[in-house]
């Protein structure tokens, strides 16, 4: 059974920093690209970052670009997303998700994971 489990979301201030985790189980990680989508309330839901299996090519929506890093680690299993300089319209439910696709794909945020976590909230207060 495959499993994401986002954690690190919480109450930040405006300018302040958060770093989030997807933990994955029951996959062959290294197989997957890794992307971060968000959804704020009343809002559909973003592409916010995006990284090839080999963790050497990303993506990132024009919104976040400069302020956010998608990484990941593949012993660990596991992909982050940190975030500095936060604003309050990046108050959104995190979610990470999971795709078996191409390179091309994931630079052009194309990314429709296989599988998602349950998300993680994050709260910006201005």
């Known amino acids: 059974q495959v499993q994401l489990v986002e954690s690190g979301g919480g109450l930040v201030q405006a300018g302040g920093s958060l770093r989030l985790s997807c933990a994955a189980s029951?996959?062959?990680?290294?197989?997957?690209?890794m992307g971060w989508f968000r959804q704020g309330p009343g809002q559909e839901r973003e592409h916010v970052a995006a990284l090839t299996r080999d963790g050497r090519t990303t993506y990132y929506a024009d919104s976040v670009k400069g302020r956010f890093t998608i990484s990941r680690d593949n012993a660990k299993n596991t992909v982050y997303l940190q975030m500095n300089y936060l604003k309050p319209e990046d108050t959104a439910l995190y979610y990470c998700?999971?795709?078996?696709?191409?390179?091309?794909?994931?630079?052009?945020?194309?990314?429709?994971?296989?599988?998602w976590g349950q998300g993680t909230q994050v709260t910006v207060s201005s």
């Open positions: 998700g999971a795709d078996n696709a191409i390179l091309s794909t994931v630079v052009a945020g194309r990314m429709r994971p296989d599988y």
């Open positions: 029951g996959l062959n990680f290294r197989n997957y690209a």
